[in-house]
């Protein structure tokens, strides 16, 4: 994992990329450029996101489970470490829900490479709706939409508000040209050939989501890693839910 080349985007090693208020106070010298293509979520428009203790993001798979990244966790098994937070955009209101967890399953198989996505069990429901994952590629297309509190710009502090932001799907082989360790089969790109608008550290695990025909939410991606953040030419990469959405299911079943 390389810090500001090829990283994971959450906390630890590497959101979406615009401005907010930050969680830390910063010097007008330091602080975040004016918004990078995106706005703040209103109260209530993405009720399934969450914002998980160690810096990750993540969506209400269940009411009882979230599904985040792999890279996020450590494994899986027992865990009682990690703090859910949901309910709000902002993350100092005291409206927020806040649940532990009790178990984590991280990715059968997971190295580093491909197959970026877990589940953490929680140790009580929380009553808002959940984001249902496509489990065929026909929703691989278009446009989508991302959100979350990562930086607003590469190697930025987190935000204390959700933002979003919308990206373009880019096909695998435009994907490829700009990433050589693409796992085309599991994996799935998202920004602007000029940049400007990503995902970035911070916001992994989180969901990158779309309308499907019947105009739900329907989640496509897991945010995983990228080179940098919005950068010209190098997309967001995202672990392709239709890919595991099987093994999600029967993961989720057996939590």
């Known amino acids: 994992m390389k810090f500001l080349s090829t990283f994971k985007r959450c906390l630890a090693a590497g959101a979406v990329v615009l401005a907010?208020?930050?969680l830390q106070p910063t010097s007008a010298s330091a602080a975040p450029p004016p918004v990078v293509g995106g706005t703040r979520a209103a109260q209530g428009e993405f009720p399934f996101m969450v914002r998980l203790s160690m810096g990750c993001g993540g969506a209400l798979y269940a009411k009882d489970i979230v599904l985040t990244a792999a890279h996020c966790v450590s494994g899986?098994?027992?865990n009682t470490g990690i703090t859910a937070t949901a309910g709000v955009v902002d993350l100092r209101s005291s409206s927020a829900i806040k649940v532990r967890s009790?178990?984590?399953?991280?990715a059968p198989g997971y190295n580093g490479t491909g197959k970026d996505w877990a589940l953490i069990k929680l140790e009580r429901p929380i009553d808002l709706p959940t984001l249902k994952i496509a489990d065929t590629t026909a929703h691989n297309n278009g446009t989508f939409?991302?959100?979350g509190w990562g930086a607003a710009r590469e190697g930025g502090a987190q935000q204390r508000y959700l933002l979003k932001a919308q990206v373009p799907f880019v096909a695998d082989a435009a994907c490829g040209q700009a990433y050589d360790e693409l796992v085309a089969n599991e994996e799935i790109c998202a920004g602007y050939n000029e940049g400007g608008v990503d995902t970035c550290q911070g916001d992994s695990g989180g969901?990158?989501?779309r309308r499907d025909t019947a105009g739900a939410w329907i989640q496509v991606g897991i945010v995983s890693w990228g080179y940098g953040c919005?950068?010209?030419g190098f997309p967001g990469v995202?672990?392709?839910v239709s890919t595991f959405a099987s093994a999600i299911r029967t993961a989720a079943a057996n939590l």
């Open 102 to 106: 009790t178990k984590v399953l991280q």
């Open 238 to 240: 995202y672990t392709e």
């Open 207 to 209: 969901p990158m989501f």
């Open 76 to 78: 899986s098994g027992n």
């Open 230 to 232: 919005a950068r010209a």
């Open 145 to 147: 939409t991302v959100a």
């Open 20 to 22: 907010a208020v930050s």
